[in-house]
């Protein structure tokens, strides 16, 4: 069973920029497509992007241009950098890794979640 913890969730104002961080609890090689998905109070968990093990990429047509996702497979970690951040953004953002990638159920591992709150 694979454990990813998140990290680099808070609060910022709109306009500011946060970083997640995602990473397996124990030291171990992810070479399947991982993923930030977020869920926002009463909203169904959206796929916010992708990234396969050699840097491909996917974004949702509401983060494009603003949020960067990279992995470093050395470090064995995966982020999410999240600039020009709106009220809209506000969510719990979650790791995901393997399988289906793009459809929830789909998905094999997740994270716990990081809670990011963006006000106006």
């Known amino acids: 069973q694979l454990q990813l913890v998140e990290s680099g969730g808070g609060s910022v104002q709109a306009g500011g920029s946060l970083k997640l961080s995602c990473a397996p609890a124990?030291?171990?090689?992810?070479?399947?497509?991982m993923a930030w998905y977020r869920q926002a109070p009463g909203k169904e968990r959206e796929l916010v992007s992708t990234?396969?093990?050699?840097?491909?990429?996917y974004y949702s047509d509401s983060v494009k241009g603003r949020f960067t996702i990279s992995r470093n497979n050395i470090k064995l970690t995966m982020s999410l950098q999240m600039n020009d951040l709106s009220t809209e953004d506000t969510a719990v953002y979650y790791c995901?890794?393997?399988?289906?990638?793009?459809?929830?159920?789909?998905?094999?591992?997740w994270g716990q979640g990081t809670q990011v709150t963006v006000s106006s």
């Open positions: 124990r030291v171990v090689k992810i070479y399947c497509e």
């Open positions: 995901a890794a393997c399988g289906d990638i793009r459809r929830v159920s789909g998905v094999t591992y």
């Open positions: 990234v396969t093990f050699n840097g491909t990429t």
